[in-house]
């Protein structure tokens, strides 16, 4: 059974940081693309970054140069570190296999002061 869980999240100030973490379980995720996306409230969700097997990285331009996306494929675990963080980063983020319909429950983030 496939299962993506993410943590991490919580209440941060504008300007701080946070590391959010996927533990994956249930298939081959050193050979798997793994996304993070997040949804602010009363919004549809929103692609936030992608890791590839070997390591090649995308960002959405909201988040690049802020955001690093990385990945353990010896722990099946991929990562979010979040700098910088603004109000408008307030969302819950979600980890997900690329092309796939697997989701975590997500971790909720909130920037505010």
């Known amino acids: 059974e496939v299962q993506l869980v993410e943590s991490g999240g919580g209440l941060v100030q504008p300007g701080g940081s946070l590391r959010l973490s996927c533990a994956a379980s249930g298939f081959t995720f050193s050979s798997s693309i793994m996304s993070w996306v997040r949804q602010a409230p009363g919004k549809e969700r929103e692609f936030v970054a992608r890791?590839?097997?070997?390591?090649?990285?995308i960002y959405a331009d909201s988040v690049k140069v802020r955001f690093t996306i990385s990945r353990d494929n010896a722990e099946n675990t991929v990562y979010l570190q979040m700098n910088s963080l603004k109000p408008e980063d307030t969302a819950v983020y979600y980890c997900?296999?690329?092309?796939?319909?697997?989701w975590g429950k997500g971790t909720l983030v909130t920037v505010s002061s």
């Open positions: 890791i590839s097997s070997a390591g090649p990285t």
């Open positions: 997900n296999i690329l092309g796939t319909s697997y």
